[in-house]
């Protein structure tokens, strides 16, 4: 069963409005709904902001019946080419906020895990097939950069490219590819870049928040229909 995640509702709403035999099914801070899209069976959820509520649901979707994970939402950019409404599809995840350098260990390393942790290959294709059909976006793969932060500014932006050489920055991708690499099911993060994480970020977020909502749930749709498609 494939899961879908969301952060906020704006990110979600318009996925759930199409959810066909919807069963909703509550559990403490999160609420999962369970039906069909494009004849495809899905769990969709709003995760909630940042990355323990993406951990928490991630999980709850895992104990569900979840066996592949697509996050989808919106990003500051980081790479100095992505515009606003372009797609970043993740190769890999880190989190950018974890610093235990003075131990030895690399900015962005959690002790005793990968300092990174890499989408899946198939869920790629299928991510860059169908965001490929949306007219007027643009598409790139790169790495993905979480923390409990809103970036918005040059300096903090120009830092996340040098030390971490994402495309763009959020808050939950990385917490989600964290639980599905421990649990061995496939994930890829998409976001769609709704400012440039710099000092215009809260005016570029709040204007364009639906139009790049738009564009990934147009990716998402375009993903379950490669998948119902015979081979």
């Known amino acids: 069963m494939l899961a879908i995640i969301g952060a906020m509702d704006e990110e979600i709403e318009l996925l759930l409005a199409e959810l066909c035999g919807r069963e909703d099914l509550p559990f403490p801070g999160v609420t999962l709904h369970r039906g069909v899209l494009d004849g495809v069976p899905v769990l969709l959820t709003r995760g909630g902001i940042g990355k323990v509520n993406a951990a928490m649901t ?5 104990v569900n019946g979840a066996t592949q994970v697509v996050f989808t939402g919106v990003a500051g950019g980081v790479h100095p080419d992505l515009r606003v409404g372009d797609i970043v599809i993740s190769t890999d995840c880190v989190q ?9 260990y690399e900015r962005g390393t959690v002790p005793g895990e990968t300092p990174a942790w890499a989408a899946d290959e198939g869920l790629r294709a299928l991510a860059r097939s169908a965001a ?15 923390g409990d932060q809103f970036i918005a500014s040059r300096e903090a932006v120009q830092r996340l490219w040098r030390e971490t050489g994402a495309a763009c920055a959020e808050m939950e991708g990385a917490a989600v590819a964290q639980v599905c690499a421990k649990a061995g099911v496939p994930f890829v993060i998409l976001r ?15 204007t364009f928040m639906p139009l790049v ?4 749930k147009q990716v998402v749709r375009g993903m379950l229909a490669h998948m119902n498609r015979p081979a």
């Not at 950018?96 to 030895?104: A, E, K, R």
């Not at 970020?201 to 709040?206: E, M, N, S």
């Not at 909502?213 to 990934?216: D, I, K, V």
């Open 58 to 62: 991630t999980t709850y979707l895992l």
């Open 132 to 146: 490929g059909e949306v007219e007027g976006i643009r598409v790139q793969e790169g790495r993905i950069a979480s």
């Open 96 to 104: 950018h906020d974890v610093d235990v350098t003075p131990l030895g």
């Open 192 to 206: 769609s870049v709704s400012d440039t994480a710099d000092h215009d970020a809260q005016v570029d977020y709040r």
């Open 213 to 216: 909502a738009r564009h990934a």
